[in-house]
């Protein structure tokens, strides 16, 4: 389903602030695989997402979706294939538009348009029914603001916009980090249901080890532009915090030292 080969990235190029961010990354993903990919600051998790998504181009390498060859391919066009979700809530909603109108436009995406712009009663009551998952009480607060919406509430809707249309890959950047402890276990256990219901192909980004061994058939870890650990199915399941530690020593013959992965 996704496939990232060889692939390489540096910014800031024949400057002092020249960095490479992405060494050498091959990934493979098959359909259904939900994998967690963890890290220290810098170790490359965003500008990975981001060169899956387009937001950066890659240097070197190819990046592959669903059998589509879309390492040339701008942002804008991989979006109807893509679902994602950031970190910040207020970013992948139009504050100033209904919740309806919102998952209006998620739900139309990549579909072709017409001369119609209003809102169907069919569609009207599969977003009532979509949102009622939530159990936020959103379904009754259709034309509501969403700039009027709490953090959590609006991050939970954009999780939905993102899986309305089973997209090809859906990435998940950290999407839980600027919540409250009680409000990103509910999104994450969202996550979770939409994920597993769907059976939607995933690479979601977290700071938390924990949830990253809790999360997903799969866990990756990534140290200065590199993929350092792999870890799958039963491997995973067996996985704790400690043993996690010890095999990142083992394998960069360093100590792990993120205070914000090994507090959270």
């Known amino acids: 389903m996704l496939s990232v080969s060889r692939v390489y990235k540096t910014f800031n190029i024949g400057t002092v602030n020249e960095k490479t961010a992405l060494k050498n990354i091959c990934l493979h993903l098959t359909k259904g695989d939900f994998v967690t990919l963890i890290g220290g600051n810098g170790s490359g998790k965003s500008t ?3 060169c899956i998504a ?16 879309v390492t040339k391919i701008p942002e804008h066009k991989r979006a109807g294939i893509l679902g994602r979700v950031f970190q910040d809530p207020m970013v992948g909603t139009a504050a100033n538009m209904g919740i309806e109108e919102n998952l209006a436009l998620a739900y139309r995406r990549g579909k072709k348009r017409t001369f119609k712009w209003g809102i169907s009663s069919k569609e009207r009551e599969l977003y009532k029914e979509m949102l009622s998952q939530l159990d936020l009480g959103l379904e009754n607060r259709l034309s509501d603001k969403v700039g009027l919406l709490s953090g959590g ?22 999407h839980t980090a600027a919540l409250d402890p009680k ?6 256990k969202l996550s979770d249901h939409f994920i597993t219901e769907g059976s939607l192909t995933t690479l979601m980004v977290t700071h938390n080890m924990r949830d990253a061994i809790k999360y997903g058939n799969r866990l990756i870890m990534m140290h200065e532009g590199r993929i350092l650990l792999d870890i799958k199915d039963e491997a995973k399941q067996k996985l704790t915090v400690e043993d996690l530690l010890q095999r990142f020593g083992r394998a960069s013959g360093e100590e792990f030292t993120s205070d914000r992965a090994l507090l959270a």
């Open 54 to 69: 387009g937001v950066h181009d890659v240097d070197d390498g190819s990046i592959t979706i669903d059998g589509v060859d």
């Open 183 to 188: 409000t990103a276990a509910k999104v994450l």
């Open 153 to 174: 509430q609006r991050q939970a809707l954009t999780l939905l916009m993102a899986t309305l249309n089973k997209p090809k890959l859906l990435l998940l950047d950290e």
């Open 48 to 50: 990975l997402l981001n």
